[in-house]
């Protein structure tokens, strides 16, 4: 037996949803280029789970049907407000929220095709209703109502803010959701199929995923980025200060990959993003100190700068609470974590790996009695 810390370079399952080859990222073979430029989130999610881009009324079938699940029910609601919301980060209120939706969901452990691909429905719409419904719940507000007509990233940006979306922030949540929705085996998609792979049903592939992005190495990078960039402060500060962490051999969040070594195709869409909005708001700084930072760490360390990077000051620039930025992801990842799930499902077999037992070896056993 061979050991691989961290599962580095094995190829754990066959899939057809997205790959990373030569640098490139695709969805279902479509460069992420062309998907960035020309597709509103529903077609990626349509595609992620067909294998193919909708046509007009595939799309604005599956558009309603989102729409009429961006719902939290009120028993949901009544649970949230039955805790100190400011004292919950909202990827633990997210991870619960999905688990209490299977209490409710009569096909919660059906595992027929029809079953799940209403459960996936559901529970794609539900995210983004729980995210802005706890966002506003926090903060003493009551949640917003989806509008029918709008997409998914105009209902999301509504029901955070209890206002009309503007046109530029459609534009770079829409932008977001499509560059975050899948990434092959990360881990947080290999947790959700790990999970289902026992034949346990789509609310735990999902509760356990949003586990797993949770963790700042992976997901939960986003929001540390902006704690980093908030403590610099100044973008004369950032370099002495990255030049401090890596001396005490701290991670420098957002930079880094386990499969990019140079570069990550999403970033640089998001970096464009960052200029703009950041503009846009008059605080150019946190787009400043970041291209210091990313320079100075691809010239000293060979590290290039990940999708987290840039989408910290993005979705700060958007006003949004820098412990939402995780949950987005989350929002996004769903469809890509869903479809994996359906094809888990499609061609199982239980995922089990071995451990190489480095422990004592014949060991004495020794009665309760006489233990130290
Ligand atoms: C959506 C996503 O999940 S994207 C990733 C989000 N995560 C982050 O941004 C957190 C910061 N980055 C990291 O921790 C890592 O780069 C990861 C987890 C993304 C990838 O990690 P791995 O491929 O396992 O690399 P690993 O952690 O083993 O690092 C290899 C070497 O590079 C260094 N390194 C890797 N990332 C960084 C970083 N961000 N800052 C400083 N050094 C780093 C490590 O210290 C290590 O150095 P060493 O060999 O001298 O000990
Ligand atoms: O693929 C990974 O390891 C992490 C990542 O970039 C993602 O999940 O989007």
Redesign the pocket.
Known sequence: MTTTK?L?GVVAAESSISSIIDDQLTYVGIPIDDLAENVIFEEVVYLLWHLKLPNKSELEELRKELVEHMKVPEGLINHFKSYDLKAVHPMAALRTAISYMALGDPDADQVDAEANKKKAIRIQGNMGAIVTAFARLRKGEEPVQPKPEYTFAENFIYMLNGREPKDIEIEAIDKALVLHAD?EL??STFTARVCVATLSDMYSGITAAIGALKG????G?NE??MKMLSEIGEVDNALPYIKEK?AN??????????VYRNG?PRAKYLKEMSKQLTGLIGEEKWYEMSVKIEDY?KEE?G?PA????YSASVYHSLGIDHDLFTPI?AVSRTSGWLAHILEQYENNRLIRPRADYVGPKHAKFTPLENRE
Do not use: C, S, T
């Open positions: 961290g580095e990434h990360n881990a700042p190495l992976h997901g990078a540390a980025v890596l051999k701290e991670k420098i969040m957002g930079m880094g990959h386990r990550d760490i360390k590290l990940n999708v987290d990077f992801f």
